[in-house]
């Protein structure tokens, strides 16, 4: 059976002779009685305390486990997102490096299309410069034909003019 603070108080001793003085015993019972009622409150108030934090470990105790969830799920996430940046980073490596083949290729097909340009380019200007030396020895040579004919022509005139004066000499003379 549990004692309460009133219990104490209205606790009686019987009486014997020679016995402890009654008004002490009532002091004594008295204190005691207020001594147990404050612990009881106390206890009381404790056990309050207690409850209030059992509910805050339990709700500290599932924040904790949901934060270890969310912490789980954003390593997985965080994985994922690195695996997902390492393939996009891949895949733009590889267009890249594919683009810089075609690049590579089309300035080879360009390099190739110039150097044959060139070789057409300078065949070109051998032959005419072939054409031009032949036009040139061409022209050289009809000059040199005109300026004989003209030679030739002076001379016949110097002749007609020498064979005239004789003549006319010829017939002044007879």
Request: charged fraction near 35%; charge should be negative; proline fraction near 1%.
């Amino acid at each position: 059976m549990k004692l309460t603070p009133l219990d104490i108080q209205k606790h009686t001793f019987s009486q014997r002779m020679r016995g402890a003085d009654p008004i002490e015993v009532e002091a004594f019972l008295q204190l005691v009685s207020e001594d147990y009622e404050a612990l009881l409150r106390e206890r009381d108030r404790l056990q309050e305390r207690l409850q209030q934090l059992e509910a805050r470990n339990q709700e500290l105790t599932q924040n904790e486990k949901m934060l270890q969830d969310t912490l789980v799920t954003a390593q997985g996430l965080s994985e994922d997102l690195k695996k997902t940046a390492m393939r996009e980073a891949e895949i733009r490596v590889t267009e890249a490096e594919l683009q810089a083949e075609k690049i590579l290729e089309a300035s080879h097909r360009r390099a190739a299309r110039i150097a044959e340009d060139i070789r057409e380019m300078k065949a070109l200007r051998g032959r005419l410069s072939a054409a031009l030396r032949q036009t040139l020895e061409t022209h050289l040579a009809l000059v040199e034909t005109i300026s004989a004919v003209e030679e030739t022509d002076d001379e016949a005139e110097g002749k007609v003019a020498y064979l005239a004066s004789a003549s006319s000499r010829r017939i002044s003379e007879s």
